[in-house]
């Protein structure tokens, strides 16, 4: 029995050994190498399943629609190849949810050559031809690995980029009933290539400035022991910008030509009759260059009207100078507004806003209607202007019905019709439309008297004064302003005393008062050209006074109302213009002198005139004109003329058988009040041009009153208190002067002598020790004594004559012989010009102004006669001007050339523009939503046979396959181990024991038994 016991626990012990070796094999080696060795099974076949939703932008409705869809993906391991590395397609495809259609953008296919175990990728390429190729140092993976490390950021291929993605690990969640990694990744403005379609739908211009990019980001909930994904979302947003598109603007150095037909009908001053024109032509042609920094065209605008037979209609014609926006075709400048031209962006059914010349304001053309036919295959939108008595730049009021047929998408204008009636009551009191009656010449006889202000001699010449004045027309069809060119000849004894004096400007037709116009008028005037046609005001008495323009003065000035009389039979009105002591600049004194200058610089003048016009009450003729004027000189200041000195003294004397010429020039400059700066430049040169002396410069400040000199030269030292010019009204006896021979100076008193009742003479004579090399003997040494005689203005201190004699003695024994003299005299024009000079300064210190000009002019007596029976026709004018029926009377449509010419025009702008429109209707659709051209996302699927459910399942059942292998069964095996460990000790315990031996007993306890 005991031996059973034994055997028994031998047997539970080792039976529970080889369990727990059992146990511990399965969990610390068949497990781990289960996972160690786990890879990519090579008989995969299975599908992923996700559900989205995707708006992509549709160019032909212009919307984003949105689409749910359903995504297979299908992954198939097509078997190992013979590096070992499996081959692995994967078939996307996407299912409209709605339609049951394919979704192209989102159907792929790829071919991946990938590591077995690590899913590193090696080679893939796809559908569309695309191939990449990887090594193991690129470290790029297809899928998570298997098992998944999450202490590491993987690179992970993404077939939406072409290339891979980083993949960070963000922590752990519970997907599909197992713990999952979560692995994030994103891209930013992935730049991607355009899709074909829209590439080729854009011109290479354009194409090459738009950009498409993608920014997306990607969550995967991968198992750690599988890699198997078991959830996934992904979000991708496709951005789409375009370059900024050419704008749809009028080309540069571009232009157009219209003609038109039509009829005119057109009241005639001249004949005080209605002239019918029918049959009328006209073309508008219009010139433009490049737009500036602003997108602005300055264009030319000229427009030519010819009678039926061809002739032209002068006064219809004319050229302007527009601007205007090369986009909108709205005017920029010039004063005005609205349409000039549509936009090539074309017009819509609303209302537009159009500037016409003849109103000088917006009008509104208002959209009345389409029309469908007239213009076939083309379409118009058709506008209408309406004006009732609205003022007119002609004068009066007018009437216009004007209708437009624009192409609407380029904003062509395929045809229009034009109507203007326009009345002007008193039509005749403008200026005439008949030119000639413009054109005429005035002839006036003149008393011209003109007296030297210096020696006060008169001269007296009678002259006739002619103007002539051209009208050259009018700068625009409605003969608003007049160009007028005015001639003025001076003529003695029938000959011109010279060029005439020509002046342009422009003149309001209504108002006659000055108008600038650009390109034609040669000065700015203001006031009135003549007298309005009637001089009656709207109260029916004569204004006070007119403004009107005064040559002499070149001002406009008041024209007063004086007398009121009866000339030759005629209701006559005396305006007068006064003007008595009226300061003259010298600008304004030269014009007053007839242009004349009168050689007084500084010199200004007062303006002393009478001009007194007879003109007829009915009509505004002038009927007889008496003008009379004069001018004084006012000399300028006593000091202005110092500051302001520019006079040369010339010498001429003999040396040794040669002539020589000593030349001084004075030149003065203000240094401040009450003080001159005069620059002494002195040369001494023989008559072939070489130095006898050397040239010397030198400055000095002088008081400009007193001539004292402040401050002398270099050479001078500092010499105040002496003089080197003579004061005004000289009086003393003594003026110690300065005077220079080369470098030498010589202080010494000029002496007071002879006098008369002008003039007054001083002598002065200095000495000075000089080196003979200053004459060319180089190592003797002179003596020389200069002598100075002056003549001297009593008034104005002006030398009017001077002499020098010069002593040269040698003191030394070399030849030349011991004296030397030189004498040098004032030349002839030297005398006249110091006589001159001291003219001036003379009437300078008196400061009297002195009367240069007196100038009485009268019309002539024909011309008076002449104004006397114009004025009785134009009386006659008016009586018949002044009815109901229009003055104007015009209608112009496009000539039948011209609208053949718009339409073909309008067809090909059409094919030009309509895809630039399409596009620019894409970017501001875009560019609204943010430049989102596509956006997607998707998720695997959570119920049912889902993705989620079904790979979740998969990896539990891994799992369980593992915890059963590698937990499970090994713990039971450990349990049982443990058990019969136990129990085989036990029993090994429980065995069979010997008896115990006995004891003896002592002899008393047997003895008590």
């Known amino acids: 029995m005991g031996n059973t016991f034994k055997i028994a626990g031998v047997i539970a012990l080792v039976v529970g050994l080889v369990l727990g070796g059992i146990g511990a094999y399965l969990m610390f ?3 781990p190498k289960q996972e160690e060795d786990a890879e990519f099974p090579v008989d995969f076949d299975d599908h992923f399943t996700y559900a989205g939703n995707m708006d992509q932008f549709d160019p032909a409705t212009g919307k984003f629609p949105i689409t749910n869809f359903t995504v297979d993906r299908h992954i198939v391991n097509t078997g190992e190849l013979e590096n070992g590395h499996y081959l692995v397609e994967e078939n996307i495809t996407a299912t409209d949810d709605g339609s049951g259609n394919g979704i192209d953008t989102l159907s792929k296919f790829h071919k991946y050559e990938v590591h077995r175990k690590e899913l590193k990728l090696y080679s893939v390429e796809n559908q569309d031809g695309f191939t990449d190729a990887f090594t193991d140092q690129d470290d790029v993976n297809w899928m998570f690995p298997i098992p998944v490390d999450k202490d590491r950021d993987y690179k992970i291929w993404n077939m939406n980029i072409l290339t891979y993605s980083m993949a960070e690990y963000q922590g752990t969640e519970e997907r599909g009933g197992v713990d999952c990694y979560v692995f994030y990744g994103s891209e930013e403005d992935f730049e991607m290539p355009l899709p074909d379609a829209l590439g080729s739908m854009l011109p290479d211009d354009i194409k090459v400035g738009t950009k498409m990019t993608m920014t997306l980001w990607e969550k995967a909930w991968v198992h750690p022991l599988t890699g198997a994904v078991v959830d996934y979302e992904k979000e991708v947003t496709v951005f789409l910008t375009f370059p900024e598109l050419p704008a749809l603007e009028y080309p540069s150095n571009s232009g157009s030509i219209t003609g038109f037909d039509g009829d005119l009908t057109l009241f005639d001053q001249a004949s005080g009759t209605f002239v019918n024109m029918n049959g009328i032509t006209a073309e508008r042609s219009i010139l433009w260059g490049s737009p500036d920094a602003n997108g602005t065209l300055t264009a030319e605008e000229t427009v030519n009207v010819y009678a039926p037979g061809g002739s032209p209609i002068d006064m219809l014609g004319s050229t302007v100078q527009v601007m205007f926006d090369a986009a909108s075709g709205e005017h920029t400048g010039m004063g005005r507004t609205g349409q000039y031209l549509f936009p090539l962006s074309g017009v819509g059914q609303e209302d537009l806003m159009v500037w016409d010349d003849g109103f000088g304001q917006e009008l509104t053309a208002a959209y009345i209607g389409m029309d469908n036919d007239t213009f076939d295959p083309l379409k118009a939108c058709i506008y209408r202007i309406d004006v009732e008595g609205l003022p007119y730049a002609a004068g009066g009021t007018a009437d216009m019905e004007m209708t437009y047929w624009i192409e609407p998408t380029t904003g062509i204008v395929l045809d229009v019709e034009k109507h203007v009636w326009n009345w002007r009551m008193q039509d005749a009191r403008r200026l005439p439309l008949d030119t000639a009656m413009i054109n005429k010449t005035v002839h006036m006889n003149a008393t011209v008297t003109q007296i030297n ?7 007296t010449m009678e002259i006739v004064v002619e103007q002539m004045i051209n009208c050259s027309g009018y700068t625009d069809m409605m003969f608003s302003v007049a160009k007028i060119e005015e001639k ?3 003529l003695y004894m029938g000959m011109p005393m010279g060029a005439p004096a020509v002046a342009r400007f422009g003149v309001d037709a209504v108002t006659m008062e000055y108008e600038y116009v650009p390109g034609w008028s040669t000065m700015n005037r203001t006031g009135l050209f003549t007298f309005p046609v009637g001089l009656l005001n709207e109260t029916g008495g004569l204004p006070d006074h007119f403004m009107m323009y005064y040559s002499d003065l070149l001002i406009s000035a008041p024209t007063v109302l004086t007398a009121e009389t009866d000339f030759n039979g005629l209701a006559a009105a005396v305006y007068t213009m006064d003007f008595s002591d009226v300061p003259l600049n010298h600008v304004q004194l030269v014009a007053a002198l007839s242009g004349q200058d009168p050689g007084l610089p500084g010199a200004t003048g007062l303006y002393d005139g009478t001009m007194t016009y007879t003109v007829d009450i009915d009509t505004g003729t002038i009927l007889d004109v008496e003008r009379t004027s004069s001018v004084r000189i006012v000399p300028p200041t006593y000091e202005y003329l110092w500051d302001h000195l520019d006079s040369s003294t010339t010498l001429a004397g003999q040396f040794m058988g040669e002539n020589i010429t000593v030349t001084q020039t004075l030149t003065g400059a203000e240094f401040i009040e009450g003080m001159t700066e005069i620059t002494v430049t002195e040369t001494t040169k023989y008559d072939n041009g070489t130095d006898f002396l050397p040239p010397d410069e030198t400055t ?9 000199i402040m401050t002398g030269g270099d050479q001078w030292g500092d010499p105040t208190g002496f003089y080197f010019l003579f004061p005004p009204n000289p009086t003393a006896p003594t003026y110690l002067m300065v005077q220079t021979l080369g470098p030498y100076t010589m202080i010494a008193n000029a002496t007071r002598g002879d006098e008369t009742d ?33 003549l001297v203005d009593k008034v104005s201190g002006i030398v009017l004559d001077i002499t020098v004699d010069i002593m040269l003695e040698n003191t030394t024994a070399l030849p030349p012989p011991g004296y030397l003299m030189l004498d040098f005299a004032a030349s002839e024009n030297t005398k006249g010009s110091a006589l001159e000079g001291s003219a001036v300064m003379a009437w300078a210190l008196s ?19 002449y104004n006397v029976g114009k004025a009785g026709v134009t009386q006659n004018m008016l009586d018949i001007a002044d009815g109901d029926e229009p003055a104007l009377d015009l209608f112009l449509e496009f000539n039948s050339t011209t609208r053949e010419t718009m339409k073909q025009t309008a067809q090909a702008t059409l094919q030009t523009i309509q895809g630039l429109n399409m596009l620019k209707g894409m970017k501001a659709i875009l560019e609204a939503n943010d430049d989102t051209y596509m956006h997607v996302y998707y998720s695997q699927v959570d119920e049912g046979d889902g993705s989620i459910e079904y790979w979740g399942n998969e990896a539990k059942h891994m799992e369980d396959q593992l915890a059963l292998f590698g937990t499970t069964i090994p713990v039971i095996l450990f349990v049982v181990m443990l058990v019969l460990v136990l129990a085989g000790i036990a029993l090994l315990i429980a065995g069979p024991k010997e008896a115990p031996a006995e004891e003896e007993l002592p002899e008393d306890e047997e003895g008590e038994e």
């Open 29 to 31: 080696y068949y497990v």
């Open 453 to 459: 202000p210096l020696t006060t001699e008169e001269s």
């Open 488 to 490: 003025v000849t001076k």
């Open 700 to 708: 000095i400040l002088i008081n400009t009153s007193s001539h004292e």
């Open 758 to 790: 002008t003039t007054v003479a001083y002598n002065w004579t200095g000495e000075t020790v000089a080196d003979a090399a200053l004459i060319g003997y180089p190592g003797m040494e002179l003596n020389v004594t200069m002598d100075y005689n002056y």
């Open 847 to 865: 400061g009297m102004p002195v009367e240069v000009l007196t100038v009485e002019m009268e019309m002539y007596s024909m011309e008076v006669m």
